[in-house]
């Protein structure tokens, strides 16, 4: 599967985004779909996870209640919404993807086996 993430951009502290990722090449609803984010110097980590037919969703505890993760299986297509934001949460944003069960959330990256490009969030005090 194929994956092409978007909507970021720059927005001031308390601003809100959505981020989207179109998949394709795959049934799109084989896949519980992840969100990663990449500040510079820090490793990847978790954001947000939901599951193949969008029935279940975990957050990280440091997005919980102001990120929401959502997808449309008709459109091939997985959103973050972020309201909130904080300076701290400047980050190149990563949609992914991991061939799973019904109902699985992954949190590890090692779970993901297809990545999108990355879409940068900047986020000024």
């Known amino acids: 599967v194929q994956l092409q993430a978007s909507g970021g951009g720059l927005v001031q502290a308390g601003g809100s985004l959505m981020l989207s990722c179109a998949a394709s090449?795959?049934?799109?609803?084989?896949?519980?779909m992840g969100w990663f984010r990449q500040a510079p110097g820090k490793e990847r980590e978790f954001v947000a996870t939901i599951s193949r037919a969008a029935t279940k969703t975990d957050y990280a505890d440091s997005v919980k209640g102001r990120f929401a993760i959502s997808r449309d299986n008709t459109k091939n297509t997985v959103y973050l919404q972020m309201i909130g934001l904080k300076p701290e949460d400047t980050a190149t944003y990563f949609c992914a993807a991991a061939n799973t069960v019904t109902g699985a959330l992954p949190r590890g990256r090692g779970s993901y086996g297809y990545w999108g490009q990355g879409t940068k969030v900047t986020v000024s005090s």
């Open positions: 090449g795959s049934t799109f609803s084989n896949y519980a």
